[in-house]
């Protein structure tokens, strides 16, 4: 003690502990076991989050589809309705789709979800939405009933709810809930009033030059009928769709002066019978896809005699497609058969190049302006020769700056189920 007193100060210290002391040296182990716990953290979190998101985003798309199928359902006591299950995941369709990489799964508006709706005791209706397990990962595609036009992307491939497969090839039907080609493969416009303005460009197909030629130069709200007894029509048929214009198909019937003036091989004609003539006319649907409806290519003694004429209207009808009459015929009852069998219909007002002359083409499209802002809509046809398509295109140009909508067919068709 009394050597301690002498010592300067600072220069006694305590001997270093021998043992195996728990200092400082735990700082970096425990750091280690923060990070580890930090990281498995993170990828629960986000698997936990992934699944979340899934199951959230097909209830958000099947509650969004119910909003559309409530309005289709049964008007009955609501005692009887009080506890209704639709098991639409399981009645929807379910098709592929081909095209350039892997399928995509096609589901129609009543698939993707089991919907069970009950009442409470005030009457208010309570749908409990759980999502469908699907049997792999790709994306489906979810397509409303009812609904106008195709996504762009897929506007040049058939719709599997609307089509069924045959010998002729594929073949429109109407689907399940009573979905159209008619408002599927339409092209959607404004909706807005004013003066409107259809053209209709055929024979397309018959010449490839011409056929590229019209669908590189027209506007896209120029409608293009396609000839049934063209080439390469599928191949055209989808260039045109990936450029945004409705089709028809140009359909041949018999004229008065047949086969003097023969429109082409597999004319329908009244001689032929109703077998022979349906066999026709599906032979030509099956040439292509995506059109809304037909036209007629001549005509006119098969448009005036009712016995020949009810059977292919019938089946139009019957199929969702609409008719456009393109006017040159004076004894055509085709708009007498649209109203009876609720067919979409329009016929046309005048034909616009019945001279090859680019001034008398501009002439008779400023007769066809005039008689739409007089009746509000006025269809003009023409066949797909150059001076024709350079004269529509550079028409319909400035005669959008004039503030005429220029429409498709289907826009401009009178349709009993609208």
Do not use: C
């Not at 698997?47 to 909003?67: C, F, G, K, P, Y």
């Not at 497609?321 to 007002?349: E, K, N």
């Not at 002439?363 to 005039?370: A, I, P, V």
């Amino acid at each position: 003690m009394d050597k301690d007193i002498h010592q300067p100060l600072g220069t006694r210290q305590k001997p270093a502990s021998k043992g195996p002391g728990i200092g400082r040296s735990w700082v970096p182990g425990l750091a280690a076991v923060a990070v580890v716990a930090v990281v498995i953290g993170i990828a629960s979190w986000m698997a936990v989050s992934a699944s979340r998101i899934e199951r959230s985003e097909t209830v958000v798309a099947a509650q969004n589809l119910r909003t559309q199928d409530t309005a289709s359902e049964t008007d009955g006591d609501p005692a009887e309705d009080a506890t209704a299950s639709a098991g639409a995941g399981q009645q929807g369709s379910s098709d592929t789709q081909s095209g350039a990489g892997s399928p995509v799964q096609s589901r129609n508006g009543q698939s993707g979800g089991q919907f069970d709706t009950t009442l409470d005791d005030q009457g208010n209706e309570i749908t409990k939405v759980t999502p469908v397990q699907r049997q792999d990962q790709r994306p489906a595609l979810l397509t409303p009933p009812d609904r106008i036009g195709q996504h762009p992307r897929l506007a040049h491939l058939p719709d599997p709810a609307i089509a069924e497969d045959t010998p002729n090839g594929v073949l429109p039907i109407r689907g399940e809930n009573g979905e159209r080609a008619f408002d599927i493969y339409a092209r959607p416009w404004s909706g807005a009033r004013g003066t409107r303005v259809v053209i209709i460009v055929g024979g397309l197909g018959l010449s490839q030059t011409g056929t590229q030629e019209a669908i590189a130069a027209l506007p896209e709200e120029i409608t293009l009928a396609f000839a049934a007894n063209g080439n390469s029509l599928k191949r055209w048929m989808q260039e045109a769709r990936r450029e945004g214009h409705e089709i028809l198909l140009q359909v041949p019937f018999e004229p008065f002066d047949y086969p003097a003036n023969d429109p082409g091989p597999r004319t329908l004609t009244v001689a032929a019978g109703t077998q022979a003539n349906l066999e026709d006319l599906h032979a030509a649907m099956g040439r292509i896809t995506n059109y809304t409806g037909i036209t007629n290519f001549m005509g006119g003694r098969f448009l005036s005699d009712p016995e020949a004429l009810e059977p292919v209207m019938r089946d139009l009808a019957d199929r969702g497609l609409m008719f456009v009459d393109d006017g040159t015929s004076a004894q055509s009852l085709t708009d007498r058969f649209a109203r009876t069998l609720g067919i979409p219909f329009a016929a046309a007002d005048m034909v616009l190049d019945a001279t090859q002359e680019r001034g008398y083409i501009l002439s008779r499209l400023d007769d066809l302006e005039r008689t739409a802002r007089r009746n509000g809509t006025a269809i003009g046809v023409a066949s797909a020769f150059g001076v024709s398509v350079e004269a529509i295109a550079s028409w319909a140009n400035e005669a959008k700056a004039r503030g005429i909508e220029i429409v498709s067919a289907s826009a401009a068709a009178d349709d009993p189920e609208r």
